[in-house]
């Protein structure tokens, strides 16, 4: 996984900030300086995690990534530390994870969804970089039994988007699964987003049940992935 880069951007006059979307300027006073005179730089700093914009919801925040996203109230944020990884997407490992309700299942708990992010090499176009993680995170996060044969991910075509100025691919699909019980998932709704930064794209991946046999807990995939991707925004 690539390091992020703290890089320094001038913006509006002596405003100064840091994130791996921008390029590298120099403030306007080094740059007005006189010959033998130095100046010494802040100290660089990873910005905090923001407000959510939705009402009712909390923040999945990726530090590492500087990629903020807003979750439904009853998902469950988990700690800055945490780590995920799917190992068919091979050295890549996802920070702000965000785990969706928690629910009984036949004495075991289980997860209605799930929010991830990461930083990854520009080795390839955006929309296959999106179609990559949107495929290999679905059978990886439904696999029946398993067996990822039984999982079958039904992608739509990338599409052009743009995060607040920045270019990127979105692709949305659903992930369907045999019926093996009443209060497991049988379709879910998975989407990925990929942001196109300095040197690296920025990728987050959603997924949430939208269909399930039993009628409870509900399974609103079809409404809560479309929004956490939709408030994703990088944190300058």
């Not at 990461?118 to 696999?143: C, I, N, Q």
Request: glycine share 12%.
């Amino acid at each position: 996984m690539i390091g992020v880069l703290a890089l320094v951007i001038v913006l509006l006059g002596s405003a100064v900030g840091l994130g791996i979307y921008y390029g590298t300027s120099r403030p306007a006073e080094q740059q007005a300086a006189g010959a033998g005179s130095r100046t010494t730089s802040p100290p660089r700093t990873t910005p905090g995690a923001p407000e959510p914009r939705i009402e009712g919801w909390q923040v999945g925040y990726n530090s590492e990534s500087q990629l903020a996203y807003d979750v439904p109230g009853n998902w469950n944020v988990l700690g800055s530390e945490r780590e995920y990884s799917i190992p068919s997407l091979g050295d890549v490992t996802f920070h702000g994870l965000v785990d969706g309700p928690y629910y009984d299942c036949g004495g075991k708990r289980v997860v209605g969804g799930r929010a991830i992010s990461t930083t990854v090499k520009p080795d390839r176009s955006m929309s296959e970089t999106a179609e990559e993680f949107l495929l290999r995170s679905g059978r990886h996060f439904y696999t029946a039994g398993g067996s990822s044969g039984e999982v079958s991910v039904n992608a739509e075509q990338p599409r052009d988007a743009d995060v607040e100025g920045f270019e990127a691919v979105r692709i949305s699909g659903t992930v369907e699964m045999p019926e093996t019980s009443p209060c497991l998932p049988t379709e879910a709704e998975i989407s990925a987003l990929v942001v196109q930064a300095k040197n690296s794209y920025v990728v987050l991946v959603v997924s949430a049940d939208s269909e399930r046999p039993a009628s409870s807990p509900p399974a609103a995939g079809e409404r809560t992935v479309p929004r956490v991707l939709d408030s994703a925004r990088p944190v300058r």
